[in-house]
């Protein structure tokens, strides 16, 4: 069966250094990955969206990587602050728009 | 702009009870996704529309679950009667399917059944 994997242990960093979280996925050819952040008590928000295609997208501080052979993802934050954390959902899309996430990384950034 | 609007933002029930979770899309996204989310399973898509069709149930666990979307600005999910295990978050979200456009979600309703 289809099956996403993330980091499924706190991440936890000191400010200014660069967050790298995991995404890892089996069973299933996506077209795009998609990288949310949600906050407690808050829905998703989307950040990123990257195509099979293509193996690198970057936007500010953000930078996600796409690996179709490895079959996993990694997402960056540099340059990190405090106002980073929160948890971070990898999303497989195929075409017809349906997503599938993973359970979620949660990033903590220490001042 | 006005995100997506979900209500009540909390509910708190008896088990038995019929509950009704409201949902409004983004004016003008023709896409309409309900999620549960709990510690055990993350996030489940439990059924979309498209054009205020139901495209995919296949998430839906049972027969207790039902949604509806009369119209492009209103959408519903009924549980019917319900159960301590349907306790979670439920969130909706909106899309523009045309322009594949990401997902736009709601902050979710919180729901417990005692």
């Known amino acids: 069966s289809q099956k996403i994997e993330q980091n499924s242990e706190a991440l936890n960093i000191q400010e200014g250094k660069t967050a790298t979280l995991t995404c890892n996925y089996t069973n299933y050819s996506p077209a795009y990955l998609q990288w949310y952040r949600q906050d407690p008590g808050r829905g998703p928000v989307f950040l990123l969206l990257?195509?099979?295609?293509?193996k690198e997208k970057r936007k500010e501080r953000l930078k996600v990587t796409f690996d179709t052979t490895l079959k996993q993802s990694l997402f960056h934050i540099t340059a990190s602050q405090p106002a980073d954390s929160a948890t971070y959902l990898c999303?497989?899309?195929?075409?017809?728009?349906?997503?599938?996430f993973g359970q979620g990384t949660e990033l903590s950034v220490k001042p | 702009d006005a995100g997506v609007i979900q209500s009540p933002r909390h509910e708190v029930t008896e088990m038995g009870q019929e509950v009704t979770l409201r949902c409004k899309p983004i004016s003008g996204h023709n896409s309409l996704f309900w999620y549960r989310q709990t510690m055990m399973r993350g996030l489940e898509l439990l059924i979309y529309?498209?054009?205020?069709?139901?495209?995919?149930d296949s998430g839906m666990p049972e027969d207790r679950f039902s949604a509806k979307m009369p119209n492009a600005s209103f959408s519903t999910l009924k549980i019917q009667p319900s159960e301590p295990r349907d306790s979670a978050v439920y969130f909706c979200?909106?899309?523009?399917?045309?322009?594949?456009?990401?997902?736009?979600f709601g902050d979710g309703t919180r729901l417990s059944i005692l």
């Open positions: 990257i195509r099979e295609n293509e």
């Open positions: 999303a497989l899309q195929n075409q017809g728009g349906k997503l599938i």
């Open positions: 979200a909106s899309q523009d399917s045309y322009s594949n456009q990401p997902q736009h």
């Open positions: 529309f498209n054009n205020n069709v139901p495209i995919d």
